[in-house]
């Protein structure tokens, strides 16, 4: 079946600093991918759409100069964390939906636990 | 606006028991699909189901079973028997089924299977 991997699966950095999450398609290409944060024992709440080859679409209230998402390749999206702080901290799910599927299949990556000291 | 709530926050049931979790949704939309996943600790999220909203059949798998409801805008997840290995966070999520779909997850249950 098709495989989403993040990298890394959990990163711990120093307040001030970036840090920059990949979200892979393995073995399908994904023209959309889908970028989720989850606090300890919250529901996942959608960050922003990332789109190949264009801006990403945030979501309400989602600062755009502090989540990064740059998708240059139908494989690959990245989310860079600027200037990092303790509230940052929370757990960073992708996903994709495959364009070789209905619309409807979409799958998520193992996810990324952030942690900002 | 797309919602989904699940007001149960935590259920505890011993081993063995029939567990329903109950998720109900609101959308405005005429055709949207609805899933549930499972959050094990280990964080990453486990497809469980997925149902089109033109299909309101019931549907089981083993010791699962969903029970889809336009008319009350409800969709309930049983698990029969439970199981230690049962015990996670369970999510239920709506889609629409414009352009690439974006997920709205319900707030989760999480279910405790004590042995």
């Known amino acids: 079946g098709a495989v989403v991997s993040q990298h890394p699966s959990w990163v711990i950095c120093k307040s001030g600093t970036s840090v920059k999450i990949e979200c892979r398609s393995l073995d399908f290409q994904a023209t959309t991918m889908f970028w989720y944060r989850q606090f300890p024992k919250q529901s996942l709440m959608l960050m922003a759409t990332?789109?190949?080859?264009?801006?990403?679409?945030?979501e309400q209230g989602v600062e755009k100069d502090k989540f990064l998402i740059n998708h240059a390749s139908l494989t690959l999206s990245t989310l860079t964390v600027t200037s990092a702080h303790p509230e940052d901290s929370s757990f960073y799910i992708c996903?994709?939906?495959?364009?070789?599927?209905?619309?409807?299949?979409?799958?998520f990556g193992p996810g990324t636990r952030l942690t900002v000291t | 606006a797309q919602k989904v709530t699940q007001a149960q926050t935590e259920i505890s049931v011993v081993e063995k028991e029939d567990v329903t979790l109950d998720c109900v949704y609101e959308t405005r939309d005429t055709t949207y699909y609805l899933f549930w996943y499972k959050q094990p600790p280990s964080g990453e999220l486990v497809f469980l189901i997925r149902?089109?909203?033109?299909?309101?059949q019931n549907e089981i798998s083993g010791r699962y079973s969903w029970n889809f409801q336009k008319s009350t805008s409800s969709f309930n997840f049983t698990i029969t028997a439970s199981q230690v290995v049962d015990s996670a966070v369970y999510f239920c999520a709506l889609s629409d089924l414009t352009g690439f779909q974006k997920l709205v997850f319900g707030t989760g249950t999480r279910l405790l299977v004590s042995p």
């Open positions: 990332s789109n190949e080859g264009s801006k990403a679409t945030y």
């Open positions: 149902r089109n909203s033109f299909d309101e």
């Open positions: 996903s994709a939906p495959s364009v070789a599927r209905p619309s409807y299949e979409q799958y």
